[in-house]
């Protein structure tokens, strides 16, 4: 007899499982941690200093001596109450020169969770929890005994978000973070500044400006400058690698965001901390490399960055050092005064997240380490102490080839009185480029503007000098004379970086000329950086050139397509006609053709539609732009509706999709005839047709679907005729929907069904009802208890009909502490990752549907890249069959509620003032119009369905828990730094491809008929695609074929290896790539600036191995 897992668990629930798994604490030995590291040839590590010394190290930065400073905090996550504040900074000092700490002082104690120091100014600047103080020991005893507050009003609601991260920038200014849920209001002489939400700030000691730099990364926490100052950070929670800063950037999770852009590395682990390898110490092949560490995982990851357009390109490549210790938590790591790399390890079993207890037993309050890292025969750097140099001494350090010591003098110079006029005459000497860019930021550091030094600068070949100069003017431009005209050159400067920085420079020098200016970068390459950094400057400028435009003044002159772009951008009517004009003559461009339509449908009037639709039948895809206006803005064309008739006889079913909503949303009855022709007569057109007759919503369109839900011959007409009629008229739906999930025959897509009956309250009760004294398949019942658990507002009346209708045992949610124990011992010992990987990709348990590994797969779900090697067995198994007990950041529900009573869940994705967009369980797009929204709240429901691993047997369930636990750990489940083609698209079956495969063979599968529906495919871990599990398409006789497309979006000369090319077709767009007939293969491919686009077919009736595909770049 076959065992349930949920339904052997005991009912006893204990108040808490925190001694559960405490056996698999490693030993805390630093010695056996140290035996525990893996490193690359030529590399060595060494411990600095470990507990008793120091404990919990949080951040660290060395001052102009040489010295090592950190806060540590035992109290995180939070005080215990009645416990006294206790927290410290310490300086850590190696008086020997072996490289280990031997001298400690407590420089500062009785903080509350500090989380940044950074030694300046003659003091040391704290993150002291609400605040951020300055600390300063006068009597020179090595203790602070000055204290005095910077900045205040930092929100404290959730401990692992306050303000941490102190990086002095070579400005002279302190740079700091705070993560998504603070909300912070600082009072400054400059007015309040507030952030509600994730962001970095910038903040100049000497005036007491702060000011935001950028936004909404979740939880950013590592921040680096580059050699040349420009800026990049990480963050702990949005797995999206390295992300490239610039002024005003807006990342995911802003509140409030209109738009945003995106990390450099989509799907790359978590990462804290960050730092760029520098200085002769550290091997040439490693120098320039960026390294962060992945604390769940256990490692340091490493990144390549090259300059791509206005913004980079980051490659990942093998990390830079890992651990099998489950206790190394690497979260700071810092270049050394002696050349050495410096790692903070927090050192614990578990992660610190809200995700496991506070109280759980496990969190180490004690314990903490600081790790080196030095290059078997690279001569080290020697330490200097900089506060004995005199200042001739530091501004000739400021140009050393070593990074570290340039810094160091840097800070030093800002403690010194009467600086300038020595660095004046120094500067004045200089003639190569490094240096006079150091001595510009020499200048920045002691709060002056050396305009002769920025002037030279922009004159460089070197587009790095260019742009590190257009910097220093966005911060000072009203100390720049020249500023506007510099920038007016900068804007059409050759090379894209630069132009984003003039663009920056405009926005923080608002005029009525400001816009204009900048939309000239439109006449260069715009990649979504520089598009982003142009759509934000339209906005925020609105009011120094909009009131002049529409006074009748030639703002954008006879540049069209800028002005195309600033209408987009505003969502704003400003000018029409010329843009009509330009269509009707046909002189814009392909690209400038589909923005002028797509602001035309998103502004104009009523009868700008009817214009813009009188050009349909020449592009179909006008009718996409007003299904947009119709739903969105409510607003149809003022006449000519008439012309839609012909489109709804078109056999592109994307042609036929778009004119049946129409119909529907114009309510055109002249329509109504053929929709229903398409409905019960063409099953390519069935759902299209259905969903706009639903559109109508009258009553006769009820009893359509009616009398269809019941009577039609054909099960998928009956399904559709249920779904739609469900959305319009659910009581009347209810009794057929039941009918339809009574049967146990495949094809009548329960999900879609039981969602349809979850998108309003009186749709739920009405299927609840008709369920009364009625029975259900417990499969079914169990699939809508699922749905019906992920609705946002679970319908208790709806879950109880399907709990009794299917005949389903309640589940456990909570097992005993004495079952938790045995169960994760069971996975330990008999929990086979192999055959959990294969059990998660099953389709049933939609975990595909929702969640990625390593960016693979998709977004609604956390990305489960590293989840193996950051999170506990306990609360692995936890989460399985309690998904409502944590919900992680960034990853909450939202329910959207129509004023007609419908209701909408999913992750946000955007939002404006016209329309909220939400992505659901099934990865569908739900656009909202906002006219149509009640009101919007955050569901405390998770996404991920309740009981989803009810139907699984003990056994499976503990293989598919070992797969979870090994995810991110070294092994056969870490993601590899390879440039694997892990992202496919699969091609459903089809009709056409029984004759198309006899008359033109696997070509077939790669002509563009838009009848081929395609779905999101994910490689294994490892890379490898299955033939088998792909959906099979079949060809004449017995064969079947795998069919996946897959793009690559590397430049330059690529070429692709295979490890097998035996039964295998490959196609780059509708060429065929002649392969040999087995065995692995390098095949090199056209390089151009355009993503190509591939499609690989593969014999699933004969192959039963996987294909790997890798990225072989020059």
């Given at each position: 007899m076959i065992t349930r897992l949920l339904l052997a668990v005991s009912l006893t629930t204990l108040p808490t499982f925190a001694q559960r798994g405490l056996k698999d604490i490693p030993d805390p030995d630093p010695i056996k941690q140290a035996a525990a590291f893996n490193l690359p040839e030529g590399m060595e590590i060494q411990l600095v200093a470990s507990d008793p010394m120091i404990a919990k190290p949080v951040q660290m930065n060395f001052d102009s001596r040489g010295r090592l400073w950190l806060v540590s905090s035992g109290m995180y996550p939070h005080i215990v109450p009645g416990a006294e504040e206790n927290d410290k900074v310490l300086i850590l000092e190696d008086t020997n020169g072996d490289g280990i700490a031997d001298k400690r002082t407590v420089f500062a104690d009785n903080l509350h969770i500090p989380t940044a120091v950074l030694p300046a100014d003659g003091g040391a600047y704290v993150a002291n929890s609400t605040e951020i103080i300055f600390l300063k020991d006068t009597d020179g005893d090595g203790k602070a005994d000055q204290r005095r507050v910077v900045l205040s009003g930092f929100g404290t609601e959730d401990t692992h978000h306050i303000v941490h991260t102190f990086e002095q920038g070579p400005d002279g200014m302190l740079y700091f973070l705070q993560s998504i849920y603070i909300h912070s209001h600082l009072e400054t002489p400059y007015g309040v500044r507030r952030l509600m939400g994730g962001g970095i700030w910038h903040f100049r000691p000497e005036t007491q400006r702060a000011e935001i730099l950028s936004k909404g990364l979740i939880n950013p926490w590592g921040f680096i400058f580059d050699e040349h100052g420009q800026t990049f950070a990480t963050d702990g929670a949005g797995g999206h690698g390295i992300n490239d800063i610039f002024p005003?950037?807006?990342?995911?999770?802003?509140?409030?965001?209109?738009?945003?852009?995106?990390?450099?590395?989509?799907?790359?682990?978590?990462?804290?901390?960050?730092?760029?390898?520098?200085?002769?110490?550290?091997?040439?092949?490693?120098?320039?490399?960026?390294?962060?560490?992945?604390?769940r995982g256990h490692r340091i990851n490493a990144y390549r960055l090259n300059p791509e357009g206005s913004s980079y390109n980051s490659t990942r490549i093998d990390d830079f050092l890992s651990s099998s210790h489950r206790a190394f938590r690497p979260i700071d790591v810092k270049m050394g005064p002696d050349g050495a790399l410096y790692i903070a390890d927090w050192y614990n079993p578990i992660i610190q997240h809200g995700e496991v207890d506070f109280r759980d037993a496990r969190r180490d309050h004690s314990r903490g380490r600081i790790w080196r890292v030095t290059f078997k025969g690279q001569p080290l750097i020697e330490k200097k102490d900089f506060s004995k140099f005199s200042i001739k001494e530091l501004l000739a350090h400021t140009i050393s080839k070593e990074r570290i010591h340039r810094e160091q003098a840097r800070n030093e110079l800002r403690t010194r009185a009467d600086v300038l006029p020595e660095l004046s005459a120094w500067s004045s000497k200089l003639t190569d480029d490094f240096s006079r860019m150091q001595a510009m930021w020499n200048h920045q550091a002691v709060n002056h503007t050396a305009i002769n030094l920025i002037k030279s600068l922009i004159a460089s070949d070197d587009p790095r000098y260019r742009a590190a100069a257009l910097r220093v003017i966005y911060h000072r431009h009203e100390e720049v004379t020249g500023a506007t005209n510099i920038i007016k050159k900068a804007i059409n400067d050759p090379n894209g970086r630069v132009r984003l920085w003039a663009v920056?420079?405009?926005?923080?020098?608002?005029?009525?000329?400001?816009?204009?200016?900048?939309?000239?970068?439109?006449?260069?390459?715009?990649?979504?950086?520089?598009?982003?950094?142009?759509?934000?400057?339209?906005?925020?400028?609105?009011?120094?050139?909009?009131?002049?435009?529409?006074?009748?003044?030639?703002?954008?002159?006879?540049?069209?397509?800028?002005?195309?772009?600033?209408?987009?951008?505003?969502?704003?009517?400003?000018?029409?006609?010329?843009i009509f004009t330009s269509l009707d003559n046909g002189s814009l461009t392909p690209t400038e053709r589909k923005d002028a339509i797509s602001v035309i449908s998103q502004v104009g009037s009523a009868n700008n539609l009817s214009r813009l639709f009188k050009l349909a039948p020449k592009e179909p895809t006008i009718l996409n732009r007003l299904v947009t206006a119709a739903q969105i803005r409510k607003l149809q064309p003022a006449e000519g509706q008439e012309q839609l008739l012909p489109f709804l006889d078109s056999k592109k079913p994307t042609v036929f999709a778009s004119a049946a909503k129409l119909a529907g949303l114009w309510k055109f009855a002249p329509a109504r005839n053929k929709l229903v022709t398409a409905f019960t007569q063409s099953p390519a057109k069935r759902q299209a047709a259905a969903e706009g007759l639903r559109l109508f919503g009258d009553e006769e369109t009820i009893k359509l679907f009616l009398k269809l839900s019941k009577k039609s011959p054909d099960e998928a007409t009956r399904v559709i005729a249920v779904k739609e009629l469900a959305k319009i008229a659910p009581d009347r739906a209810a009794a057929s929907a039941v009918a339809l999930l009574q049967q146990d025959n495949e094809g009548k897509d329960e999900h879609s069904l039981f969602t349809s009956f979850l998108q309003s309250a009186r749709a739920s009760t009405s299927l609840a009802k008709a369920l009364e004294d009625k029975t259900l398949p417990s499969k079914i019942a169990t699939l809508g208890l699922q749905r019906a658990g992920t609705s946002g507002r679970p319908p208790k009346d709806l879950m109880a009909a399907l709990q009794l209708s299917g005949k389903l045992t309640p589940m456990s949610q909570q097992p005993s502490s004495a079952d938790m124990t045995k169960l994760i011992e069971r996975v330990r010992t008999e929990g086979d990752p192999h055959r959990g990987e294969t059990i998660y990709r099953r389709a049933d348990l939609q975990c595909i549907a929702c969640h990625a590994i390593g960016g693979v797969?998709?977004?609604i779900g956390p990305d489960l890249v590293s989840i193996g090697a950051s999170a506990p067995v306990d609360y692995l198994i936890t989460s399985l069959l309690n998904p409502n007990?944590?919900?992680?950041?960034?990853?909450?529900?939202?329910?959207?509620?129509?004023?007609?009573?419908?209701?909408?869940?999913?992750?946000?994705?955007?939002?404006?003032?016209?329309?909220?967009?939400?992505?659901?369980?099934?990865?569908?797009?739900?656009?909202?119009?906002?006219?149509?929204?009640?009101?919007?709240?955050?569901?405390?429901?998770?996404?991920?369905?309740?009981?989803?691993?009810?139907?699984?047997?003990?056994?499976?369930?503990?293989?598919?828990?070992?797969?979870?636990?090994?995810?991110?750990?070294?092994?056969?489940?870490?993601?590899?730094?390879?440039?694997?083609?892990?992202?496919?698209?699969?091609?459903?079956?089809?009709?056409?491809?029984?004759?198309?495969?006899?008359?033109?063979?696997?070509?077939?599968?790669?002509?563009?008929?838009?009848?081929?529906?395609?779905?999101?495919?994910?490689?294994?871990?490892?890379?490898?695609?299955?033939?088998?599990?792909?959906?099979?398409?079949?060809?004449?006789?017995?064969?079947?074929?795998?069919?996946?497309?897959?793009?690559?979006?590397?430049?330059?000369k690529v070429k692709l290896k295979i490890n097998d090319t035996n039964l295998l077709d490959l196609f780059a767009g509708k060429t065929e790539i002649i392969l040999p007939k087995k065995g692995p293969a390098i095949i090199e491919l056209n390089g151009n600036d355009d993503p190509q686009h591939f499609t690989l077919a593969v014999n699933s009736a004969s192959r039963q191995t996987g294909v790997l595909l890798e990225i072989v770049t020059e």
């Open positions: 005003r950037s807006v990342f995911r999770t802003s509140p409030g965001a209109k738009r945003i852009v995106d990390g450099l590395n989509p799907g790359q682990p978590k990462l804290c901390g960050l730092e760029i390898l520098s200085g002769s110490h550290v091997p040439e092949k490693f120098r320039g490399v960026l390294i962060a560490p992945d604390f920056s420079c405009l926005a923080q020098m608002p005029g009525p000329d400001s816009v204009p200016t900048a939309l000239q970068a439109l006449n260069h390459p715009v990649d979504k950086t520089m598009d982003f950094a142009l759509w934000s400057i339209v906005r925020e400028h609105q009011e120094y050139w909009a009131p002049k435009f529409e006074a009748g003044k030639p703002v954008f002159g006879d540049k069209l397509p800028h002005l195309i772009f600033a209408m987009k951008a505003l969502g704003k009517t400003l000018s029409l006609e010329s797969g998709s977004p007990d944590k919900i992680k950041e960034g990853y909450h529900t939202t329910l959207v509620s129509e004023k007609n009573g419908n209701a909408h869940t999913g992750g946000l994705v955007s939002e404006s003032d016209n329309e909220v967009v939400l992505r659901d369980y099934a990865g569908k797009m739900n656009r909202i119009a906002r006219s149509d929204i009640k009101d919007i709240t955050i569901s405390p429901v998770s996404m991920m369905p309740p009981g989803l691993t009810a139907g699984l047997r003990e056994d499976q369930f503990v293989d598919l828990v070992r797969f979870l636990s090994e995810l991110g750990k070294d092994g056969d489940f870490k993601v590899s730094a390879k440039p694997l083609i892990r992202d496919f698209m699969a091609l459903k079956p089809h009709p056409r491809t029984v004759d198309g495969m006899g008359h033109y063979g696997t070509a077939t599968f790669a002509e563009k008929f838009e009848g081929y529906e395609w779905q999101i495919y994910g490689s294994k871990v490892s890379g490898e695609l299955l033939p088998s599990e792909l959906p099979q398409v079949r060809g004449r006789g017995h064969n079947t074929w795998g069919v996946a497309r897959f793009g690559i979006t590397q430049k330059g």
